[in-house]
C-alpha cells in the first residue's frame, strides 16, 4: 500500500497526525495495533482514570455540600459496577469518536504492530507494507516498573491494571507521588480504601510548584491518606491474602492492593529505528526537533514516546506540527503555553513557569500574587473554598510568567492562563480585563490584582496565606 503520510500509532499523537495530514490533502495510514484507536489515552489513560474522577466528585459533593445546600440526599452508596459500566461507556464513545474521524477524513486504519523496514516502508505484522514519502512515529509510552524484590506479585498492579479493578480494595498502597499516583490516591480514597503514598523525593508531584505541591499534601493528610515522602520501597511480601510493603528504614504497611506508578518509558524499542538511522535514547525517547523532525529529515516523531512532558494535549500540538511540516508546510511547537492538569481533590493546574523556576530565571525580580477561593463568591456558594489562585510575573515589563492554581475545577480555568501566556500578556492585561461575576475564573484577575498590591476583595498584602 502506498501513501503520502504513515503514522505508526493511533493514540493523540498519532490520530491527530493522521488527520491532520489528511486535511491537508495526504493520503495517510494509521498503523494501530489495539482493536481501538485511541492509545493509552483514550483506552487506559486520562478517559478512564477522569471518569473515575467524576465518580469520585460526586460522592463528595453528597458527601459534604448537598445537605449544606438544602439538598437531602441519603449517605451516598458507591456502586462501583455501575461505576465500571459509566467508565467503559465514556471510553467506547471516545474511542469510536476516533475512528469516525478517521472515515470522514479518509484516513485508513491498518491494524497491526508495524516497524520500519527501510527509510520508506513499515512492514506490518500479519499484514501489507505500508509505502509513504513521510511518516510520523508516535509510538506512545509503557509503564516503568522499578527492580523491587516481590513486584511480581499479582497485587501489584499498573495504571491499566487499577483501571480494570472490579472491587475496591479495602487497603491501597501507592507507590509513586507523581501525577498519576495521587490522581489515583485522591480517587481511591473517596470510594473508600484506606490509602498510604510512598515516594522517594521530598514533595508529592515533583515538578510542580511547592505551594501547590504542599497544598496537596496538606489536603491529602487531612483527607485520611497516609504520605511517606522520602522513603523507598524495599520489597514486597505476598502472604497469598494478603501484603506487606516494606519502606524506608525497616517501615512496612500491609495492602491488599498495590499501584506501581513510578513513572513511563517511551516506546522506541522493536520499531526497526536503528537500521533507518532515527537516533533514539531507551529513557528519553526519539530525538525531535522543534519541528517535531527526528535525525531523518522526513520522519517526524511526536508524544510520549519522543516526549519530556507525557501529556496528551503536547501530543496533539506536536502531531498538528509535525503532520503539517510532513505537508511542505513550516511549522513548529512553542511550549511556553503547555498546561499541567492535576485531576486530584483538590485540583491543581499549572502553565508557565512555577514560582522557583521564575526566581531561578530572573532572581529578584518576581512578584508573586495569591487569591485564595475563600474571598471568590462562587467558590463559596459551591462549598469548594480550599486552594487559591497564584499569579507569578516579572517587575521590569510586567510580563506575566506563570500561573498556578489549587482548587476547584482550575484544570478548567488553567485555559485562560494558557492564552494570557501564549499572547505574552503583562500581569496588568489579566488584572485589568473584566472577569464575569460571579464566577471562578475571577480569581484569575484577582491573584494579579494582588500580585500588582491592587487587591480589591483582599486586604492589600502580596501574598495571601494558604487557606487552611
Ligand atoms: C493513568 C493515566 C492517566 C493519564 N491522564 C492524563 C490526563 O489527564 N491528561 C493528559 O494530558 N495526559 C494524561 N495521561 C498521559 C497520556 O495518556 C499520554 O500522554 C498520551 O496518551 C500520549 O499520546 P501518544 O499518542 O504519544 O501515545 P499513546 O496514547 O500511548 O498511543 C500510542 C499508540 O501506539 C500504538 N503502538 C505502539 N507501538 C506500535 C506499533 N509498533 N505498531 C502499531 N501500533 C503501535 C499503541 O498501541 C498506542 O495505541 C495519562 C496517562 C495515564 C497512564
Same mark, same amino acid.
Given at each position: 500500500m502506498e501513501c503520502d503520510v504513515a503514522v505508526l500509532g493511533g493514540g493523540p499523537g498519532g490520530y491527530t497526525a493522521a488527520i491532520r495530514a489528511a486535511?491537508?490533502?495526504?493520503?495517510?495510514?494509521?498503523?494501530?495495533?489495539?482493536?481501538?484507536?485511541?492509545?493509552?489515552?483514550?483506552? /487506559?489513560?486520562?478517559?478512564?482514570? %477522569?471518569?473515575?474522577? @467524576?465518580?469520585?466528585?460526586?460522592?463528595?459533593?453528597?458527601?459534604?455540600?448537598?445537605?449544606?445546600?438544602?439538598?437531602?440526599?441519603?449517605?451516598? @452508596?458507591?456502586? &462501583?459496577?455501575?461505576?465500571?459500566?459509566?467508565?467503559?461507556?465514556?471510553? %467506547?464513545?471516545?474511542t469510536s469518536g476516533v475512528a469516525s474521524l478517521f472515515k470522514a477524513n479518509g484516513v485508513e486504519w491498518v491494524k497491526g504492530t508495524g516497524s520500519f523496514k527501510d527509510a520508506n516502508a513499515i512492514a506490518v505484522e500479519g499484514g501489507e507494507d505500508v509505502q509513504f514519502r513521510s511518516a510520523v512515529i508516535a509510538t506512545g509510552s509503557f509503564p516503568l516498573a522499578p527492580p523491587i524484590s516481590g513486584l511480581d506479585s499479582p497485587r501489584c498492579v499498573d495504571s491499566t491494571g487499577l483501571l480494570a479493578q472490579t472491587e475496591i480494595p479495602r487497603?491501597?498502597? +501507592?507507590?509513586?507521588?507523581?501525577?498519576?499516583?495521587?490522581? &489515583?490516591?485522591? #480517587?481511591?480514597?473517596? &470510594?473508600?480504601?484506606?490509602?498510604t503514598i510512598i515516594e522517594m523525593l521530598p514533595q508529592l508531584i515533583p515538578a510542580e510548584d511547592d505551594d501547590a505541591a504542599n497544598e496537596l499534601a496538606k489536603q491529602f493528610k487531612k483527607r485520611g491518606i497516609a504520605l511517606h515522602l522520602e522513603k523507598q520501597c524495599t520489597g514486597v511480601d505476598d502472604s497469598g491474602d494478603g501484603m506487606? +510493603? @516494606?519502606?524506608?528504614?525497616?517501615?512496612?504497611?500491609? *495492602?491488599?492492593?498495590?499501584?506501581?506508578? /513510578?513513572?513511563?518509558?517511551?516506546?522506541?524499542?522493536?520499531?526497526?529505528?536503528?537500521?533507518?538511522?532515527?537516533? &533514539?535514547?531507551?529513557?528519553?525517547?526519539?530525538?525531535?526537533?522543534?519541528?517535531?523532525?527526528?535525525?531523518?529529515?522526513?520522519?517526524?516523531?511526536?508524544?510520549?514516546c519522543a516526549g519530556y512532558w507525557q501529556l496528551a494535549h503536547t501530543a496533539f500540538r506536536e502531531a498538528e506540527v509535525a503532520a503539517e511540516n510532513a505537508m511542505g508546510h513550516e511549522a513548529i511547537v512553542d511550549n511556553r503555553g503547555v498546561?499541567?492538569? #492535576?485531576?486530584?481533590?483538590?485540583?491543581?493546574?499549572?502553565?508557565?513557569?512555577?514560582?522557583?523556576?521564575?526566581?531561578?530565571?530572573?532572581?529578584?525580580?518576581?512578584a508573586t500574587g495569591m487569591f485564595p477561593w475563600v474571598a471568590n463568591a462562587r467558590a463559596v456558594m459551591q462549598n469548594e473554598t480550599v486552594g487559591w489562585v497564584k499569579s507569578i510575573h516579572e517587575?521590569?515589563?510586567?510580563?506575566? !510568567?506563570?500561573?498556578?492554581?489549587?482548587?476547584?475545577? +482550575?484544570?478548567? !480555568? #488553567?485555559? *485562560?492562563?494558557?492564552?494570557?501566556?501564549?499572547?505574552?500578556?503583562?500581569?496588568?492585561?489579566? *488584572?485589568?480585563?473584566?472577569?464575569?461575576?460571579?464566577?471562578?475564573?475571577?480569581?484569575?484577575?484577582?491573584?494579579? !490584582?494582588?500580585?500588582?498590591?491592587?487587591?480589591?476583595?483582599?486586604?492589600?498584602?502580596?501574598?495571601?496565606?494558604? @487557606?487552611?
Open positions: 486535511q491537508l490533502g495526504a493520503k495517510a495510514v494509521c498503523i494501530e495495533k489495539e482493536p481501538e484507536l485511541g492509545g493509552t489515552c483514550l483506552r /487506559v489513560g486520562c478517559i478512564p482514570t %477522569k471518569a473515575w474522577v @467524576q465518580t469520585a466528585f460526586a460522592i463528595k459533593e453528597a458527601e459534604e455540600t448537598f445537605a449544606k445546600l438544602g439538598v437531602q440526599v441519603s449517605e451516598p @452508596q458507591l456502586d &462501583f459496577g455501575t461505576a465500571n459500566e459509566w467508565k467503559a461507556g465514556v471510553v %467506547k464513545q471516545m487497603r491501597l498502597v +501507592v507507590l509513586g507521588g507523581g501525577i498519576i499516583g495521587c490522581e &489515583f490516591a485522591s #480517587i481511591f480514597r473517596r &470510594f473508600g480504601s484506606e490509602v506487606r +510493603v @516494606q519502606f524506608g528504614d525497616g517501615e512496612s504497611v500491609d *495492602a491488599d492492593l498495590m499501584l506501581v506508578a /513510578v513513572g513511563r518509558g517511551p516506546t522506541v524499542e522493536g520499531l526497526g529505528l536503528e537500521g533507518i538511522g532515527v537516533e &533514539f535514547d531507551k529513557r528519553k525517547g526519539i530525538a525531535a526537533d522543534e519541528h517535531r523532525r527526528t535525525t531523518v529529515d522526513h520522519i517526524y516523531a511526536v508524544g510520549d498546561p499541567r492538569p #492535576i485531576y486530584t481533590d483538590p485540583e491543581i493546574a499549572g502553565v508557565g513557569l512555577t514560582e522557583a523556576e521564575a526566581r531561578e530565571q530572573y532572581g529578584d525580580d518576581v517587575t521590569r515589563y510586567g510580563e506575566l !510568567l506563570g500561573i498556578v492554581m489549587v482548587g476547584p475545577h +482550575v484544570t478548567d !480555568l #488553567i485555559e *485562560a492562563g494558557v492564552v494570557a501566556l501564549d499572547a505574552e500578556s503583562t500581569v496588568e492585561t489579566v *488584572a485589568d480585563g473584566m472577569a464575569a461575576h460571579p464566577t471562578l475564573s475571577e480569581a484569575i484577575k484577582e491573584a494579579g !490584582l494582588v500580585a500588582l498590591g491592587r487587591a480589591i476583595h483582599l486586604p492589600n498584602r502580596k501574598r495571601a496565606p494558604a @487557606q487552611a
